[in-house]
């Protein structure tokens, strides 16, 4: 599995950096993706978040969420993807932070 960064370069909404998809590169699930992945920095301005892919609905005039990935067993499962996504942005950020250096140093 490969995780793609999307970078937020519009800046809206506030405070979201980048939507993240998980590539499956073997397995039963080999060429297809899963979308909806959002990375945000924390309100609190401590680190940074991430949102599972959800589908919003309506009850009664009040807006909910359904998580579209959920555990079978080990709710820890989760833990590991939203680790993995954030060292995928880290290393995305460290990658464009090199290579902006370096346009700019040839510039």
Do not use: C
């Not at 999307?6 to 060429?31: Q, R, Y």
């Not at 924390?42 to 949102?51: A, D, F, I, L, Y």
Request: glycine residues 10%; charged residues 25%.
């Amino acid at each position: 599995m490969t995780i793609k960064i999307l970078p937020n370069e519009k800046g809206n909404p506030v405070g979201k950096l980048a939507d993240a998809e998980l590539h499956f590169t073997s397995g039963a699930l080999e060429g297809l993706k899963l979308i909806g992945f959002g990375i945000w920095e924390r309100k609190s301005g401590n680190g940074r978040n991430v949102t599972f892919p959800a589908r919003q609905y309506s009850v009664n005039g009040e807006r909910r969420s359904f998580s579209l990935l959920r555990p079978t067993v080990d709710s820890t499962g989760q833990d590991r993807i939203r680790d993995l996504v954030l060292e995928a942005y880290a290393a995305y950020e460290a990658d464009h932070a090199e290579t902006g250096a370096a346009k700019a140093a040839s510039a």
